[in-house]
T-cell receptor, first 114, second 110 residues
Framework: ETGVTQTPRHLVMGMTNKKSLKCEQH?????MYWYKQSAKKPLELMFV???????ENNSVPSRFSPECPNSSHLFLHLHTLQPEDSALYLC?????????????FGSGTRLTVV | GQQVMQIPQYQHVQEGEDFTTYCNSS?????IQWYKQRPGGHPVFLIQ?????EVKKQKRLTFQFGEAKKNSSLHITATQTTDVGTYFC??????????FGAGTTVTVRA
């Protein structure tokens, strides 16, 4: 375990379904992130939460909706996804400060949209 | 915005040989970080370099930060099958969020 736990590990959903991805960090970090990793593409930053406040939304389609109820938990709500949304979704956490001290990533959720 | 570029994109190495992968930033970085992602895994933080010209070693891995703090390299000696994976460099942007390079994917021929 990395200290960042993501569930589920694998998810298959239809385009009309609604599902949620969950991330929990046990490291006392104050920032959490959602990244998308598609095959042969760089890591794409989707959302950033710092001290439970969303500070970044990188032009992500509205069918992705994040939620951060507290500093330890992060959700990504999914609805009416498209097949091109199939990817590995990674949650990460860090301790924000003047210098980043490294991100801790979860194991990811492998999402397949059918 | 700040961009981090890595070369090569793919590195095919004979077991036992050395290789180097490079990371270049369009702007000066306060620090550079390196991550490794094994096939089917997730990125794992390896190291952070902060000082100009800094060199750090982790067993067979040598990390270097350029004098101008705009480039970095990772050198692996005597490559082993356990070195297989994708190596990412990342640097903080103006807002201190990390910008990741596209990664160098390493395969090893036994």
């Amino acid at each position: 375990e990395t200290g960042v736990t993501q569930t589920p590990r694998h998810l298959v959903m239809g385009m009309t379904n609604k599902k949620s991805l969950k991330c929990e960090q046990h490291l006392g970090h104050n920032a959490m992130y959602w990244y998308k990793q598609s095959a042969k593409k760089p890591l794409e930053l989707m959302f950033v939460y710092s001290l439970e406040e969303r500070v970044e939304n990188n032009s992500v389609p509205s069918r992705f909706s994040p939620e951060c109820p507290n500093s330890s938990h992060l959700f990504l709500h999914l609805h009416t996804l498209q097949p091109e949304d199939s990817a590995l979704y990674l949650c990460a956490s860090s301790q924000e400060g003047f210098l980043n001290y490294g991100y801790t990533f979860g194991s990811g959720t492998r999402l397949t949209v059918v | 915005g700040q961009q981090v570029m890595q070369i090569p994109q793919y590195q095919h190495v004979q077991e036992g040989e050395d290789f180097t992968t490079y990371c270049n930033s369009s702007t000066t970085l306060s620090n550079i970080q390196w991550y490794k992602q094994r096939p089917g895994g997730h990125p794992v933080f390896l190291i952070q370099l902060v000082k100009s010209g800094e060199v750090k070693k982790q067993k067979r891995l040598t990390f270097q930060f350029g004098e101008a703090k705009k480039n970095s390299s990772l050198h692996i000696t005597a490559t082993q099958t356990t070195d297989v994976g994708t190596y990412f460099c990342a640097g903080p942007g103006n807002d201190y969020k990390l910008s990741f390079g596209a990664g160098t994917t390493v395969t090893v021929r036994a």
